[in-house]
């Protein structure tokens, strides 16, 4: 039996509540469960305004469309992270700046940040990785100081939160401008693909609405703000169906549950594989004080390339299926067509030494003692 | 009881593919009902290439990116459509010129389309309304006497056919370079939100796949083509959700006993109806002998603006809900904006005066006859 990277699951009234939808009527966009959703999510973490979106990446365009880029306008991203982090403001016509992770964390450095603001930079990327926020006291005074929208790539980030030096706690997603969260199937609420907008200045709420609704004010219409209702303004259709928005509020539903299961997850390979950290074979990750850990992914970074490359194998030889991460961005064809290559070290090592080892809600024990042991052997060989 | 506009129906496996689909161990994209879906398409309709998205508006802006529109491109559109006919275009930054429909037809007119071509000319949108063809063979000849793509918007054409004059008859959606077809639950087959695009010429469908898949090789490394798979273009997440797929094929499964429900029911309006066009108290909808009708919607078309209102609220305190259509995008506070107000007469004569009647599978024959019935007093009064 192979032990997969990763397993969609149901876990409670998934097919009822879609069942429901298309009796009620209507499986099109913000019916019933889309606002279910949007209000779990908004009283749970105090989001302002929470829009379902087709995809984290969808809520990261339609961030890039509320910061109005323009050709020419520098948006500062994470070398280490997923194409659509980059790719929603380079859509836009933005020029993407790359920058470092810190050496032993995946996540923006500030201090990379800040050598790379220019008076055209608009906005600013931080990626939580695995759910473990990014300094985001630092993020937010540069941001300030410079005058530049913060737009959260929070799309592994669910249920997880900041603290602030004067000791305030605020869910990742809430303290940037914009944040993008995703459900798609890897993440620890699913969907198979969704995801959603988070909308954190009153000022913008209109306008998000308007871009989600294909550049119509058919919101306002049908909340009787306005007689009829038209093109207004630039959008898309960034909506999921209801068929969706059902599946995940029964995730929903079970959130607690399925994050009491994750930590344990989380918790059994970090004691599991301390022995290997503290012979300084492998590398665990780091929770900075000031981040909760959502139990998102476990990963472990190796000496090289070469060790992770041949651990992948021999863990594959036991059917357990363990996958790298993310490629330097810097580095990819599209970016150096139009841009010379730097050297972006941290995230480079990254790219190379990290792994993520398989974490799923229905994961057993045995079979996490099983992964665990074979690392072991491994690194003992 | 109310009788609805419009009502989603589950037909057949819908759920019992859903949960088969979690099962299966893959719920993003791409997995095994995206492809059944897919190639349950490309078989039917001799398409050649079927990429499933998260709605037709996604497949316009996939087009649209395949089209390479740069800002100050021109791209010509009905004047009578849904947004995202033109949002998809003026998203990339194309100027939208919007032209008029036939006076007793509200597809779009090739004479208006000729007047309108400039150098700037880069795309025609021919968009098939209720299911109907535009002249194909006219607007592909202008396309190719101009060098111009043809994006179809068949968002409401599945299983409609044109007749060119030498007796080929094709699907819609396979004559143009590039179509798009919606599943939202008011048409013919649904999934809530959904949609496809179709690439009819081969050197587009690498690039395609690549734009689907966020910008990356993605889909050619799976198939082993290349060795890794990295940010080559831009893109966006334009994957439906295996949840909606599994929906989709489902009805797919049921296309047939559905088009078959669905021409009885437009056949009893066109009946029913008859009289009151022959005594020139409204107008019915128009099938040109080279389409066929795919029965997605029944319209009529009363004398006036005002008509229409007092009947759209006759019916309804007969509990039958009718519904105008698109409202002219020319008039739009968008278009606006940045453009003149131009004339576009049949445009705005539908916008007024057409009217849709509830239309969907559910929709039994006494329901039927009693719409039938209650528009009959309305004009007899």
């Known amino acids: 039996m192979t032990i997969p990277f990763n397993k969609p699951f149901i876990i409670g009234d998934e097919l009822k509540y879609i069942e429901e939808a298309v009796k009620s009527g209507k499986i099109s966009g913000d019916g019933l469960f889309t606002k279910k959703c949007q209000n779990f999510f908004e009283e749970k973490y105090s989001f302002p305004k929470v829009l379902l979106t087709t995809s984290?990446?969808?809520?990261?365009e339609m961030a890039a469309i509320l910061c109005d880029i323009k050709e020419g306008d520098e948006v500062i991203v994470p070398s280490y992270t997923f194409v659509s982090s980059a790719n929603a403001f380079a859509l836009r016509g933005a020029k993407?700046?790359?920058v470092d992770s810190y050496s032993d964390n995946p996540n923006i450095d500030p201090r990379e940040i800040e050598k790379h603001i220019t008076p055209k930079t608009k906005v600013i990327v931080p990626v939580h990785y695995a759910g473990v926020a990014c300094d985001m006291e630092a993020i937010m005074n540069l941001a300030k100081q410079h005058d530049i929208f913060v737009v959260e790539d929070a799309a592994q980030a669910i249920d997880s939160y900041y603290t602030f030096a004067d000791g305030t706690k605020k869910a990742l997603g809430s303290i940037g401008h914009f944040a993008a969260f995703s459900f798609h199937e890897t993440k620890n609420i699913i969907a198979g693909e969704g995801g959603m907008l988070v909308v954190n200045d009153e000022k913008?709420?209109?306008r998000a609405e308007i871009i989600r609704e294909k550049g119509?004010?058919?919101?306002a219409f049908f909340r009787g703000e306005v007689n009829k209702y038209g093109w207004?303004?630039?959008?898309?259709?960034?909506?999921?169906?209801e068929i969706i928005s059902a599946f995940l509020y029964a995730q929903l539903e079970n959130l607690?549950?399925?994050q009491s299961k994750r930590i344990d997850i989380w918790n059994r390979y970090m004691n599991g594989l301390n022995d290997l950290m503290e012979k300084g074979d492998i590398k665990l990750p780091i929770i900075p004080n000031y981040s909760t850990n959502n139990a998102h992914m476990f990963y472990m970074v190796c000496r090289s390339y070469e060790e992770r490359t041949a651990l992948i194998k021999y863990l594959k030889e036991k059917d357990i299926l363990s996958v790298f991460h993310y490629l330097s961005?810097?580095?990819?064809?599209?970016?150096?067509?139009?841009?010379?290559?730097i050297d972006i070290p941290n995230s480079d090592n990254f790219t190379d030494?990290?792994?993520?080892?398989?974490?799923?809600?229905?994961?057993?024990?045995?079979?996490?003692?099983?992964?665990?042991?074979?690392?072991?052997?491994?690194?003992?060989?």
Do not use: H, W
């Open 56 to 60: 984290c990446t969808d809520a990261l």
């Open 96 to 98: 993407i700046v790359f």
């Open 204 to 206: 913008y709420f209109e």
């Open 216 to 219: 119509t004010n058919r919101s």
């Open 232 to 241: 207004v303004d630039l959008g898309s259709s960034f909506l999921p169906s």
């Open 256 to 258: 607690d549950k399925i």
């Open 329 to 341: 961005l810097n580095k990819s064809d599209f970016f150096l067509k139009n841009n010379l290559e």
């Open 353 to 381: 030494s990290l792994l993520r080892l398989p974490f799923y809600y229905e994961l057993t024990e045995k079979e996490q003692n099983l992964i665990i042991e074979e690392i072991k052997v491994f690194f003992d060989a």
